[in-house]
């Protein structure tokens, strides 16, 4: 059974970057797509971006859209989220998701990791 592990969050000035990792376990992690989500204290879970595996192809919600961007290494079943000109409405909960079983809902999810910008 596939896990996530989510790295790399913190505390950080406005203006400033952090970059995530959600590292796959297993020998080989091929999902059919990888989602970055976020939620902040009393707010719902929102997507932040996508990753359809297969093509490379990537979508980001408008509110983060410039300013990050998801990648991968293969070799390292790890995908990133490299957050730039963070804003203190980002600060959330952030969560890394796949879709292990196929195209629908994500079904494997990392724990989260804290980000906090301050003004």
């Known amino acids: 059974q596939v896990q996530l592990v989510e790295s790399g969050g913190g505390l950080v000035q406005a203006g400033g970057s952090l970059r995530l990792s959600c590292a796959a376990s297993?020998?080989?992690?091929?999902?059919?797509?990888m989602g970055w989500f976020r939620q902040a204290p009393g707010k719902e879970r929102d997507i932040v971006g996508v990753?359809?595996?297969?093509?490379?192809?990537?979508t980001y919600a408008d509110s983060v859209k410039g300013r990050f961007t998801i990648s991968r290494d293969n070799a390292k079943n790890t995908v990133y989220l490299e957050m730039n000109s963070l804003k203190p409405e980002d600060t959330a909960v952030y969560y890394c998701?796949?879709?292990?079983?196929?195209?629908?809902?994500?079904?494997?999810w990392g724990q989260g990791t804290q980000v906090t910008v301050s003004s």
């Open positions: 998701a796949a879709q292990v079983r196929g195209p629908g809902s994500y079904d494997t």
């Open positions: 297993g020998r080989t992690f091929s999902p059919f797509r």
């Open positions: 990753l359809t595996w297969w093509s490379g192809a990537t």
